[in-house]
């Protein structure tokens, strides 16, 4: 039972190290979903993956407790409800900031290693760029996902679309039949 | 680099345990590929999936050091050269045999545990069912894919069908439009 609040795909400067870096667009999706174990509780859950590396996939799953941690961590002023539409807010800033040729809003991933190779927790942090300072305004710490996280992803994505693939056969024979049957009928 | 020899769906005995088999419709590909580590050499590579089941996965490698043990163990009298299509003419004996109430021909799937728990090796037995007793012709023990294996398997099932659905609606687009145009032409 996920609810999808956001969907996007945004321009993130992805950091390996201090030394090397990248732009890449990438898919950020912001989800909230029923955790049923080990007992029914809200989570949310932020995602990054890239089209064009079907292995890249960062998860953050965020329930009350974590955010309570977080929210002091980084001194935070809305609760657990609202937080899920400030992150937007702020995703949908870096993707206004996107045509700027010097952006205001700018979305890091910074790692500590390549992916996929041992790459452990990395932070997704959005970051504003003023003449004085970097300032972060939120810093998420990502997990890469592991095999099975990514074999699961994968086999949903090639289940929805199969699902589309089918229905775009069916409407697309449907369309070619309709209209091979009118231009008969106009022909006659 | 490899060249796809077979690729069918064909009727499969999974036999669990004793006890518990089932019916299933399995994909089983037959490839001949070139394994370029240690060093180059050819590979036989047969792969059974479930499209009902996208986790299910087992796969048989099998380099002519393998298949001369095979040789002798069960006691074959073809080559490794010819040995891919002699299994390919044993396969197609099971999928003639698909249609009758009693085939004669049929694949067995024997497995130690249940699918993705734990499984070790099994086998995949191409047997002949005479009035006398069960014939095993063929018995390749196969491996059930790892996470990354069948990470692997979907990312590739993913971009072949992510290619598909491309062209798909490119073409769908270009014939409603030019018989959208005929249609008006038609009518002027």
Redesign the interface.
Known sequence: MADNLFCQKLPVLIKYSDLEERKCSIQVSVDVQIATSPHHRKELVIRLTDEND??FLYTLKLNEEDFQSLKSQQGLLVDFSSFPQSVIDLLELCLKEEANTVPKFVLHLVTTSKLGVNSGPSHLNVVETNPFKHLTHLSLKLLPG???D??KY??T???Q??E??TK??R??EN??SD??Q??AQ??Q
């Open positions: 079907l292995f592991s095999d099975t990514i074999k994968l086999a994505c090639l289940s679309l199969k589309y693939t775009l056969e409407s697309a369309k070619e209209l091979t009118r231009l106009t022909q």
